[in-house]
């Protein structure tokens, strides 16, 4: 193949400026689906990705384009999610490529995660083509965004497309930017030992472990023995091909492609996602950079409903765990919730997503603890311990001090919502950092925070306050010493300990009675009376009571309701599923999780 003629590429963009679209727009114009193949979003396969309209896997398709300058190119597109949660996904698919193309919405500008997804470019030495999107909109403001992207990310926009991917205005114009400005890896060489980078993977009853992969170096065949670099495992290659986006089997990879190879690989232990293959019989001595591995930052109890499903939930978890190695999970027992796992997750949308995804593709019912960071504790004795659990967390005459984490928080917003957005950082334990100005209309304001404040609700309460405007990004800054406790849950006078939760001492009384109210709303009334009651140690900070129905009530309906009793009964038995029988008491899924939800 002449490499003179690959362009390996991502699309990158703040959440909703329309990389998808623009993906779409691209397999269409270069004829890689048929108008009648062709699904919007057709990159964005997950279920999941399509409903929310996020995108959350990263995918990667070949595809031909016939430039004006009459020759035939061969593009590697690999779509990237847009949310703060999966910049390991970008980062991750960016190492793949030589260059990116950066979509910017005509009518919000430059973003958070517009930055966020730059400095990941910056940070992988690509070619960055600014591209601006939605220039049929009224609200479109072309010369600002200019501006913006110049004045902020340094980025000359003199001939930067202008486009909407929408109606398909100007698309052919980031075809040739393509073509024109970014690199070819035409100084990859077939000769050298192999070395290709693992950047995603899955399972397929059929193959095996599926990986995307890029060649770097060498060449790399069906029957050739890989190994992989870290694991030291070796497999022979039983298909190798490209996506377009359907599966094509090619036989072979050169250096400077990407594509997918299999090798009948069951044990999926062995493969780690950024991981370098190399070829047995020629091995290479140094495997390629991997890339920053994402620390979790939240963790959550994950538990099946049904006991005996204990090991399916486990087996889910393994398959998951190759598609997105930034999931982590270890074993866990709860009193109330039997066998389960710890999962640690990137922000609390993976969380979301990855349950989803257990449930669905796995076809598992699960209840899910309110999410936690982790705690650094040091103790009288002199030991420091780690806690990823508040129901684990000692007696507080055993505890000096407890550190929680810290993170940056950027927000871009609008002038008029700063007044506002203040206020709501200031509740959030906030610590006021900077006021930086972007242009005459936004301003980027700068926080310091308790991470544990960014789980509880920042997201939607900025998004409310802001009607959608401002955005967010935040990175972990490291430990501090904050006032906090363990505050407990008491059901039917029994303690809970999947609703154990460490807050800070000004909060306690309040998040106490909050929640137990919301759990008062969201507890099914029993037979019998149920209180629920917060406690501190041994002191009891609230207290709610769920009366106990009234047997008769269901006796006096009259004939004419006995649809509407029966269409309750299917309601109950709906609810059924997600709820857990905890001592004596029903609790419904939502309940684990209120404690997000207060205010
Ligand atoms: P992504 O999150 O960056 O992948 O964004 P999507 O491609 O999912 O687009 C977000 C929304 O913007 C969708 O509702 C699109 O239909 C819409 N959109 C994308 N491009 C354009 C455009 O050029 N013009 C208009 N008017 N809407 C667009
Ligand atoms: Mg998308």
Redesign the pocket.
Known sequence: MDKSKIRNFSII????????????RILELTKTVTKREMQE?LL?SMDIERER???IKLNSVQLEYKAKDGQEYVFHLIDTP?HVDFSYEVSRSLAACEGAIL?V?ATQGVEAQTLANVYLAIDNNLEIIPVI?????ASADVERVKEQIENIIGLDCSDAPL?????G?NIEDVLEAIVSKIPAPDDANDQAPLRALIFDSYYDKYLGVVMSIRVREGVIKVGDKLRLMASGAEYEVTEVGVKTPKIVKTGSLEAGEVGWIAASIKTIKDINVGDTITNAANPALEPLDGYKKMKPMVYCGIYPVDTNKYQDFKEALEKIELSDSSLVYEPETSQALGFGFRCGFLGLLHMEVIQERLEREYNLNLIATAPSVIYKVFLTNGEDIVIDNPAKLPDPQKILRIEEPFVNVKITTPEEYIGDLMNLCQTKMGVYKDLEYIDNQRRVLVYDMPLAEIIFDFFNKLKSISRGYASFEYELIGYKESKLVKMDILLNGDMVDAFSMIVNTKFAYNRGSQLTKKLKELIPRQNFEVPIQAAIGNKIVARETIKAYRKDVIWKLHAADISRKKKLFEKQKEGKKRMKEIGSVEVPQEAFIAVLKLD
Do not use: E, M, P, R
């Not at 486009?163 to 109606?167: L, N, R």
């Open positions: 963009a703040h959440i909703d400026h329309g990389k998808s679209t623009l993906a779409d979003q964005d309209g996020i995108t847009g979509v919405d999107n939605k220039i049929d909109l486009i909407s991917a929408k109606t205005l």
